[in-house]
């Protein structure tokens, strides 16, 4: 019974890279290694709507916008999407520039990016906003094959009982975490 060996070179050049064979860092589990590629979330919106759907939009943005974010320099919480003409915007997304940004620009935190979708997306959005309660929320910044995207739900506003139901479940959830924890010692 043969063994398939890698060749030396190969295999040097994953080990001097500390890289492994799938472009991933070798001691980084696969679990950790998927959410390296998340930029940021907003767990507010989670908490304040009901999230219906789903949809994934890339970002128009800037060189010094792309550097800030991979040094993970951004805040999603108090953004939201508008429809403009039959375009959507982010308004509200803070991008910091970083110390080293370049003199010859003038980096505006909050400046409001252009998100990129399919008409047709786009099209069923507006039909579903204007249905009474609906908003666009960004959930989440991350990274597919080198851009970067943008996940926007669409949402409905938790009531305060809804809120008050989620913290209680959350909290429910934590002691029986605890218990579980105490009765394996």
Same mark, same amino acid.
């Given at each position: 019974?043969?063994?398939?060996?890698?060749?030396?070179?190969?295999?040097? *050049?994953?080990?001097?890279?500390?890289?492994?064979?799938?472009?991933?860092?070798?001691?980084?589990?696969?679990?950790?290694?998927?959410?390296?590629?998340?930029?940021?979330?907003?767990?507010?919106?989670?908490?304040?709507?009901?999230?219906?759907?789903?949809?994934?939009?890339?970002?128009?943005?800037?060189?010094?916008?792309?550097?800030?974010?991979?040094?993970?320099?951004?805040?999603?919480?108090?953004?939201?999407?508008?429809?403009?003409?039959?375009?959507?915007?982010?308004?509200?997304?803070?991008?910091?520039?970083?110390?080293?940004?370049?003199?010859?620009?003038?980096?505006?935190?909050?400046?409001?990016?252009?998100?990129?979708?399919?008409?047709?997306?786009?099209?069923?959005?507006?039909?579903?906003?204007?249905?009474?309660?609906?908003?666009?929320?960004?959930?989440?910044?991350?990274?597919?094959?080198?851009?970067?995207?943008? *996940?926007?739900?669409?949402?409905?506003?938790?009531?305060?009982?809804?809120?008050?139901?989620?913290?209680?479940?959350?909290?429910?959830?934590?002691?029986?975490?605890?218990?579980?924890?105490?009765?394996?010692?």
């Amino acid at each position: 019974m043969a063994t398939k060996e890698a060749s030396p070179s190969k295999k040097s *050049d994953a080990v001097s890279s500390g890289k492994s064979r799938n472009n991933r860092p070798a001691n980084v589990s696969p679990k950790a290694a998927a959410a390296a590629v998340r930029i940021a979330d907003n767990k507010k919106a989670m908490f304040n709507y009901h999230i219906e759907e789903r949809f994934e939009a890339g970002m128009v943005l800037e060189g010094w916008e792309v550097k800030s974010l991979r040094e993970g320099k951004v805040q999603l919480t108090d953004g939201y999407v508008v429809i403009r003409n039959g375009e959507l915007f982010i308004i509200g997304c803070q991008i910091n520039p970083l110390g080293t940004a370049s003199t010859h620009i003038r980096p505006d935190s909050v400046r409001t990016k252009k998100l990129l979708m399919h008409k047709d997306e786009i099209r069923r959005l507006i039909g579903k906003i204007e249905q009474k309660g609906y908003t666009l929320v960004p959930l989440n910044l991350h990274w597919k094959a080198g851009k970067v995207k943008c *996940d926007v739900g669409l949402a409905k506003g938790k009531g305060e009982h809804d809120k008050r139901d989620t913290i209680k479940d959350r909290e429910g959830k934590r002691e029986v975490e605890r218990a579980m924890k105490n009765n394996r010692r």
